[in-house]
């Protein structure tokens, strides 16, 4: 019996949706819930563990959090009948917002919602109307010494005399699309441009006085869905569209979602998540940059009929690989990234409305609040070589760093038998506490195809890495 060589998967490659279980790399896996990469200094790089956990900030509400923002003057955020601090303290009483938007300028933050009159607060504690009776902007963003604002009239985009935030003068405005279904969606500033997305389309708008504004760049076939979900990351700008996650430079632009259309022609992608949403709800998307991580994140409806938000999708950019997240820490109806004490944190707003918080996404715990976090991993098929032969596993060897305290993982085998049978095999690994652990597992049975899946519960303690899995064994010719 020739010896196999030894098959080994490390994760790095993330979640790859668009090829079946046996073509996937070896490095990639077939499903995972609740996994990221291993970017802990202080665990050497490499391999995979538990997402991070959540901590309550604020005080419980019973509405759900629509927004989060970083302002000059102080972090705030918002449910439907009030601006809200970080601690959950109502600044502003507001009626029916569901996805404001936030801009800061000349030592205003200010909110528009679409809804209520746009309001500004120069303290931090208190808020009043936006002076100049500005239309009512459900969108708003600064850019080279003017604010801009629009949503309040389908493809119209206004601003204020510059230097000013609160001159509206009439004249000061832009048609950027007169479409039907081809709406302003969203406003952010870009590199040295506001880009303007509608529905389909996004335009680039630039000028230095208040008479010269104009569209200097247009890109067709590519919208947003959802102000929310733009996210700027140094010289690359993310936003979610009809057809999933788009990656740009602002210019060129690829549904990174999508097969064939990762970095390098990539065959890598998540065309089955992207499926299984609620497109209905593409307007509820919201993202942000988590820069300890070093990935993008974007809150989506998981599911035909789901009408709230329940599943994360966490872009690594650099690597470009995705990974899910699901369970309370991803159920967020808003989400922002805030500096404390010159530490970016991310946090997160309930989408419930009930027992509703603003969270800190805290590495510190393994708990989503009091809730256990159960991550799952599965890799693609490691085949023997054909429907004429079977494998004969010789060792499997899961290599993981035992958590600082004792802990507990779940390895199991599925492995297909000559006559299509599925045989799920369960292995419980306890790996050395501080020391890297090859735990050996042992697979009496013939296969024609095997598959890995790793189960994390653990509800104290701190997260073992799982650093790989190797699968060694002998080839039989069964003709």
Known sequence: M?????????????????????????????????????????????????????????????????????????????????????????????????????????????????????????????????????????????????????????????????????????????????????????????RDVLICFTNNNFFHVNGTTTTDMSITYKKYGIGCTSHRSIVVVGDEIFWWSNLGLVRSNGFDATYICLPSQG??????????????????????????????????????????????????????YKTDTFWLASGLGAQMGASGCVLNSGVPDVYVGSAGTSDSYIFKQDKSTILDDTTTITATIATGSDNAGGFTAVKRPKRLTTTILGAAAASTVTYSTITKDRDGTNVTTNFTLSPTAGITTHNRSYLNRTYYSLRHQISEAMATGTRPVIMQISNEGFVMDTR
């Open 2 to 190: 020739p010896q196999h060589d030894p098959v080994v998967h490390t994760f790095q490659g993330g979640l790859n949706e668009a090829l079946f279980r046996d073509s996937i790399a070896d490095d990639e896996v077939s499903s995972c819930a609740n996994f990221i990469p291993n970017r802990d200094n202080s665990t050497g790089s490499g391999g995979i563990l538990k997402r991070e956990g959540i901590t309550r900030v604020s005080s419980v509400q019973t509405e759900a959090w629509t927004s989060i923002s970083q302002g000059k003057n102080a972090t705030y955020g918002t449910t439907s009948t009030a601006i809200r601090n970080s601690a959950g303290t109502s600044l502003q009483a507001i009626t029916s917002s569901t996805d404001p938007d936030w801009a800061t300028m000349l030592n205003n933050d200010i909110m528009v919602d679409g809804v209520n009159a746009p309001q500004t607060s120069t303290n931090g504690t208190t808020f009043a109307a936006l002076g100049g009776t500005p239309p009512t902007f459900k969108y708003i963003e600064a850019h080279a010494n003017f604010l801009f604002g629009a949503g309040h009239s389908d493809g119209l985009l206004r601003w204020a005399d510059v230097g000013t935030v609160a001159t509206w003068t009439a004249t000061n405005a832009l048609t950027i699309t007169n479409q039907q279904n081809d709406a302003i969606t969203g406003l952010k500033k870009f």
């Open 263 to 316: 970095s390098s022609g990539s065959l890598r992608g998540i065309p089955i998540t992207l499926a299984n949403l609620n497109k209905a709800r593409y307007t509820l998307v919201h993202g942000c940059w988590n820069e300890q991580q070093e990935r993008v994140e974007f809150y989506v409806c998981n599911g035909a009929a789901q009408t709230t938000v329940n599943l994360a999708i966490y872009y690594y």
